[in-house]
């Protein structure tokens, strides 16, 4: 009954034929589905082409206009600043997902070869990396961060190392536990006994396999980067004025709710928003891509 | 096991240690001059110097370094030089305040979330299961200190019913502390008015930060469940024609719940970051703000305290976890 | 029903919340100034379901430093301000006149290098020791001698306390200076490194001769004041109760209970004051404050202080010529700032001495909002267009000043990087000596004296050996100009006052208008929230963010 697990999923360099059948299979495997991608997709096109849309350059400030509640020329309102709160959310959306993509770039390269290395070396190496894991995953993230911001400068592009800091451990645990369920597989097996190099392996039987749970990973991971990133600048240490990071923004606004409610709320439903998008986007897909949990 | 136990005993050892060396030299290569501060804006350079000296600054990273693991060893972590209290002191005050909070908001969300993932894993594939998941997805993505202001002008400004917040009513004597948790502490010393208090001061903020476990805790189980009900044993079950929800229970949410015991020690750090919003809009005196405070005026020995009891509570309860997971997972206990 | 009751219940909340706080605030409005006043009668006072004669403030932190030899902060002072006394204290709301405390009279010699106070007999500690001039002497020898924070108030001018403090008789203490001094009065009325504290402290709790009772102070407090500290739970509450034999005794009304809690978040010290918890609140963003203004069952003073703003000019790098911190004292837009982002909160500063200070100048040079003439001014200094000036904050002080001159730098042609920090860190770098490339252009920061005297508040801020250079000061832009340096130095001895007023008005014009060291942003104004029926309370320009409990009552 144990089928090889990569006659489950597509294989690398499958055709686009195959792969739009595959999307429209996972829209259509739920409504949730079809939703997280409507949304993650409008997150990604409010980050691409946000500020061409945006009605005002986003730190244009008209001390007049401070504070204004949604009207037809400023959709959102204005901020403390009179600056139009729409076009800086949409900005907000680029400088986000730009923040997630490079956290998660360097979470993923440097967790996963490790936790690869980790896996298939074995032995003292994989205690040796195991351990240096578990110290980065035992540190109190907010202290982490906070020390980082402190000594290089608060900065958003701090914000990112520290992040990174913070996230690698996850993939390097995640690659070294799915490369050491496989290892003992039989069709790895079957391969060595059959000659394969290892690099041959790897790329044939390992990768195929632990890339859905790495890409689930990551997506819900999107989620969990922004809300540190808007928790970081909340607390002082993450992007610095004019920068209209949504978290940044949060900071400012959050003695308004009562006289500027827009104030708070646009930029607070946006990282929600959001949020919630990625989430959905990262359920969906372990939903439709782990085997262990398909329908029978 | 024992033999696994004790690995993993001295790797414990090995992460604390490692922990420390390097809060200890971020913090002090970091930016920001604690005996200028303490001192005062309009000390001269003696004051300066002699504050340096009273809290032996003015020595080597190395000597400081030695001087501050040999007190640790003893359980002396050193004096805050923000509120001139000994660190273990004022962790001692602000630690339980924190834990009390997290847990209740740990128990709260985590058993509704628990709930909504076997109804969600339940009816997969339904609407029930849709809704189950949008509003676990909803709940985590909410920021807390947004819900946490709008709860508090609502329920407190507006309708009145329940404090702003603060731990008791201004000017209420807190029960002799025996655990520092108000709660406990009040039915022990029989203060009946006192434990109605602390209740209703934990009311909206364990509301606040138990949204979050709901949405982690609903996803997880569900998806575990999911995992469990498709193996082999319980499609035995069910063949053997037991009834689906004793199979439910007795089977698969027992196995399910090993990954969630997991998260659960993990949630313990990540935890940490939300805590402190809360406790800075509800007024709540405990370890986060504490915290934040420590790092924005360079408050080394806090800062080395916060982090050394964290990483100790972090280890710790992934180390319970571990054991845990021993017993209930038969495949590994026997292997 | 079930799929949607997270977002339902926000909504509700929203809808709820944003139909105004049901009383006559102008919620939702955001223009400046005030708003509308209620539609219906309101009732004049909040409620007050607690005990009336408790005091209940709200500030947004306290620190605990019990020992005047150390303790700097306003947030420690906050406290300690109902437990300790000096011997006189200003007067009312005046920072240049005095009155009694524990001395009845007091005197000083033809040409004020001695000064003679006579205490007021029958005086106790609170925890039974008397007080005498033995004490008074045994406390300023410690402050000055332990060097801690404040020994520089008193020691500047008695820099051998053991010999220049004499005790005549146990009702009697001179303080011989040497040195004529005419406003020995108001540096004894400072508020901090004046207080008493019982000597038995520091013969009972001494760890050693460097500590002497410091470390126990650090807890503790007992003074001769009318309130003793109960219970003091860090980052939570502070209790004070009365002093039964406070020597000036409890006829009268009074407070016999005063809470002190720490509320960080300021929407949520509004929300306690509203619905009646508190009765004493910091002030929160101008917003705020408008809305508490507006509202009939609160008062606030906007009472102006000592306590100035101002973002310090560096004088090297790109800011090194005269003419170049000129232009950015044309650039900065005083009245947009103060009157919308402000909005009313802060006063605009004349000159770079605050109003209420001695022989402040009402003519002094004000600058006004001038881009042309700033463009002319830089080109004339060199500053080429591109050029990137760095400007410094901590959190929660000065981000709008900063993305103000951003904005106006960028009509010239200049680039501002903004920077915050962390409160030590900032601190740390006005203090400490760094090479040119590593200084901000400019830094965001707030002033106020110790006591009311020209030279002891331009010493600090613009002597030339109070550069970072020189000593951990904070003329943290490096200003050096050898005729301020002069006038500053003379004031010290000066005893004719018209003379005093004449050099510092030339002073303050070298500073302002000739060679700027700063741009001088606002007065601050004390806009603390008070219940309508609190009365008594004095704002004293020097005594800053601190009240004086004795005094307070409840009509």
Known sequence: MIEPLARSFRRPGAGLGRRLAGARRFVGLSRLNLLAAVLVGLVVLAAVFGELLAPFPPNQITLLDRLKPPSSIHLFGTDDYGRDLLSRVLTGARISLQVATIVLSISVVVGTTLGAVAGLVGGLVDEAIMRVTDLFLAFPALILAAAIAATLGADLSTTVLALATVFWPWYARLVRGQVLSLREREFVLAARVAGARTSRIVRVHLIPNVLPFVIVQLSLDVGYVILSTSALSFLGLGAQPPTPEWGAMLTDARGYLRDAWWFPTFPGLALAFTVVAFNLLGDGLRDWLDPRLRRR | MRRLL????????????????????????????????????????????????????????????????????????????????????????????????????LLAGSSAGIALGVFAALRRGSRSDTAARLIAVASLSMPAFWLAMLLQLVVYSRLGWLPFGGRLDTGMAPPPQVTGFMTIDSLLAGQPETFVASVRHLVLPVFTLAMAEVGLMARIVRTSMLEVIGEDYIRTAEAKGLARRRVVVRHALRNALLPAVTVLGLEAALLAGGVFLVETIFAWPGIGRYAYDAIRASDYNAIMGVTVVGAVIYVAINLVVDIAYLYLDPRIRYS | MRRRWPALLVSALFIVSACGTGEPSPAGSATPGGGTPGPTATPAVAPLDRDPDTLVVAVDAFNADFDPASAYLLSEALIWRG????????????????????????????????????????????????????????????????????????????????????????????????????????????????????????????????DQGHEWLLGNAVGTGPYVMETLAPGDQVVLVQNPNYWRGWDGAHFKKVIIRSIPEASTRRQLLESGEVDIAYAGTPEDTAAVRADPRFFVGDFKNLDLTYIILGAYGPLAKPEARQAMNYLFPYDDFLNTVQKGTLERAHGVFPDLLLTQDPDVFMYQTDIPKAQQLLDAAGVAPGTELTY????????????????????????????????????????????????????????????????????????????????????????????????????????????????????????????????????????????????????????????????????
């Not at chain 3, 007999?121 to 801690?148: C, H, M, W």
């Open chain 2, 6 to 105: 004790a690995r993993r005993l001295i790797f414990v050892v090995f992460v604390l240690w490692g922990v420390t060396l390097i809060t200890f030299f971020l913090a002090r290569v970091a930016p920001g001059d604690p005996a200028r501060l303490i001192a005062g804006a309009h000390a001269n350079a003696a004051a300066i110097a002699n504050v340096r000296a009273l809290y032996g600054l003015d020595q080597s990273l190395v000597v400081q370094y030695g001087h501050y693991m040999g007190d640790l060893l003893r359980g002396d972590l050193g004096t805050s030089f923000v509120t001139r209290r000994p660190v273990a002191a004022d962790i001692g005050a602000f630690l339980p305040a924190t834990a009390e909070l997290s847990l209740f908001a």
């Open chain 3, 83 to 210: 437990i300790y006394e000096s011997l006189i204290r200003l007067k009312g709301d005046s920072a240049s006149e005095v009155e009694p405390l524990l001395a009845d009279t007091w005197e000083a010699n033809a040409d004020k290098s001695s000064w003679t106070f006579h205490l007021h007999p029958g005086v106790t500690f609170s925890d039974g020791e008397p007080f005498d001039a033995q004490a008074v002497k045994d406390n300023y020898v410690r402050t000055i001698g332990l060097e801690l924070g404040t020994n520089f108030i008193l020691g500047a001018f008695i820099t051998d306390p053991a010999t220049q403090i004499v005790v005549v008789d146990p009702l009697t203490v001179r303080f011989d200076i040497g040195a004529p001094t005419p406003h020995f009065d108001l540096v004894m009325a400072a508020q901090y490194g004046t207080g008493i504290v019982s000597p038995r402290v520091f013969r009972e709790h001494s760890t050693g001769d460097a």
């Open chain 3, 392 to 555: 410094e904050y901590y959190t929660g002080f000065g981000k709008e000043a900063g993305l103000i001159m951003q904005d106006q730098l960028a009509k010239v042609g200049l680039k501002l990087k903004i920077v915050e920090k962390e409160f030590s860190a900032m601190n740390a770098d006005l203090t400490t000596d760094r090479p040119v490339e590593e200084r901000a252009s400019m830094y965001y920061w707030g002033w106020w004296p110790d006591y009311n005297d020209p030279s002891n508040f331009s010493w600090i801020l613009f002597h030339s050996g109070a550069a970072p250079d020189a000593c951990p000061c904070y003329n943290s832009g490096y200003y050096k100009n050898a005729r301020v340096d002069e006038i500053i130095d003379a004031g010290f001895t000066e005893t004719d006052a018209a003379k005093l007023a004449a050099m510092f008005k030339e002073a303050q014009d070298i500073l302002v208008r000739q060679d700027p060291a700063w741009i001088p942003v606002g007065q601050q104004l004390d806009e603390t929230y008070f219940r309508s029926d609190i009365a008594g309370q004095v704002f004293n320009p020097l005594y800053i963010l601190t009240w004086d409990y004795y005094a307070l009552s409840r009509e």
